[in-house]
């Protein structure tokens, strides 16, 4: 029995800028995830700010994208829109709202008190990030709790984070990962001709430039290399300049073979990203790194920090440098661009990768927990929701 033949119900997703547009890693994983939840027979309807999404109401790819007045602050726009989504909400009375990351999870209360079923999904750990005063850390451990504890139902998209949620607020929460769009044909060649790159021949970073993703440390590393024969291409933006994102401009600029391409997404993302010879991913913060399942499923070696969100996927022991160590970092990217894998070695990672985080079982799992939900009012036969655990990537 599939769910197509039942009648449509209805999910409001809350907590994202927006999707077909912003950068970040919930909208990343909204994006893919939410047409084929449509796919599966589910109205699903995403409340976008304003700011980030200033085209209007649209439909796309059979999902509702509905952009709500947020304030542009970057410690007040998440909670504010949230709050209107689930003020909304409870006039709208969709079937489900589903809070996306710790932040917006605030709201989670609201949502019980006005009747409303919830789902939240826990994306990493945002008290963790480089960006954030005390004040903010102290309202982010306040989401991740009611999140946890007033929800129906709660996800993380990591397996060491729903294991410590679990233990923390003493209920099941289920571990649903982060998934990846498998590359399609062959990606375009043109985006590198844009920037002066030759195919196997630059070093590829693709995040938002904020603190705890390391630019500079990844700068400096690059710096440290004799001759590299390789060039560093940092791919994202910022969404609030600061002083940070001058920094990474200014030190890039100053670095000769950094070159920065801003946002990019689409067949100009896949050219870079399909035609690299190394992924590094130095973040000292990541939730489940949808960045680094990309460069994987290209087939690309990668190097990662030694954080907890990069170990569980299980890489070799090579993969990893230590967090922060600049030398370490370096010594490893000499060894990354030295000594590319064959053409086999590509074909069996893609594979694998193919296997483990496919997004179709992603949505699977999200709609029978979603179904779970309308058939039950308790929180019960969460466990049965469960991923299994995953093998390695890599050997």
Known sequence: ???????????????SRGINGPQGGVETHIEALAPLLVDRGWNINVLARKPYMPQGKRVWNGVEIEPVWAPQHR?????VHTAMGVALASVRRPDVVHIHAIGPALMTPGARLTGLR?????????????KWGGLARTM??????????????????????????????????????????????????????AYGL??????????????????L????????????????????????????ELAVRETAAATPGVVMTGFQRGATL?????????????????????ALLEALSYGLPV?????????????????????????????????????QPTDLERDTQIEMVRHRFGWDHVADSMSRLYAELLRTDGRKGVEAMRAPQSRSITK
């Open 1 to 15: 029995m599939t769910d197509r033949r039942r009648k449509r119900s209805s999910i409001m997703m809350l907590g």
């Open 75 to 79: 410690s007040l726009e998440a909670l």
């Open 118 to 130: 919830s789902v939240v999904t826990h994306h990493g750990y945002d008290y963790d990030r480089d």
């Open 140 to 193: 982010l451990r306040m989401g991740e709790r009611l999140g946890m504890k007033w929800s129906d139902r709660a996800i993380a998209v990591a397996d060491n984070i729903a294991r410590d949620m679990t233990e923390r607020y003493g209920r099941p929460v289920v571990f649903l990962p982060n998934g990846v769009t498998m590359p399609g044909s062959a990606p375009d060649i043109a985006a590198l001709e």
């Open 198 to 215: 030759e195919p196997r021949r630059y070093v590829i970073n693709v995040s938002r430039i904020v603190p705890e993703k390391r630019q």
């Open 217 to 244: 440390d990844l700068i400096a590393a690059y710096a440290r290399l004799v001759d590299p024969g390789f060039k560093l291409v940092l791919v994202g933006g910022a969404d609030h300049p600061d002083p940070y």
């Open 270 to 290: 896949a050219g870079l990203f399909g035609h690299a010879g190394l992924f590094v991913l130095p973040s000292s913060h990541e939730g489940m790194p949808i």
């Open 303 to 339: 190097l990662a920090s030694d954080i907890p969100a990069n170990l569980a996927l299980a890489m070799a022991t090579d993969r990893y440098v230590p967090l922060g160590n600049i030398e370490a970092l370096a010594e490893a990217m000499a060894r990354g661009m030295a000594h």
